[in-house]
Nanobody, 128 residues
Framework: EVQLVESGGGLVQAGGSLRLSCAAS????????IGWFRQAPGKEREGVSC????????YYVDSVKGRFTISSDNAKNTVYLQMNSLKAEDKAGYYC?????????????????????WGQGTQVTVSS
């Protein structure tokens, strides 16, 4: 069974850090992109970052550039999202997803329509 499981969410003060993990099972993710997305109450799901482990290319949306870092550990079949300098507006449910086909993450970024397998999400709350 293809599955993604997120962990690492929690409550943090503004300016603090969290590291989210996305563990994949049932498939090897290093062939296809993995993305992180978030959804705040009353808002649409938005892409945050994505990585193509096959060539190491990454993409960040402007709102998280310089604060978030995506990385992968192929041996553990896990993708991470290190989130630093967290802001109140980062509060959301965070989801990882896997695309089951190749596309250029560098050019196209984390487009939700490109992703086929989704995790259940982990909540990030930032207190000001």
């Amino acid at each position: 069974e293809v599955q993604l499981v997120e962990s690492g969410g929690g409550l943090v003060q503004a300016g603090g850090s969290l590291r989210l993990s996305c563990a994949a099972s049932g498939f090897t993710f290093d062939d296809y992109p993995i993305g992180w997305f978030r959804q705040a109450p009353g808002k649409e799901r938005e892409g945050v970052s994505c990585i193509s482990s096959s060539d190491g290319s990454t993409y960040y949306v402007d709102s998280v550039k310089g604060r978030f870092t995506i990385s992968s550990d192929n041996a553990k079949n896990t993708v991470y999202l290190q989130m630093n300098s967290l802001k109140a507006e980062d509060k959301a449910g965070y989801y990882c997803a896997a695309a089951q086909h190749y596309y250029s993450v560098k050019l196209e970024g984390p487009d939700p329509a490109r992703y086929d397998v989704w995790g259940q999400g982990t909540q990030v709350t930032v207190s000001s």
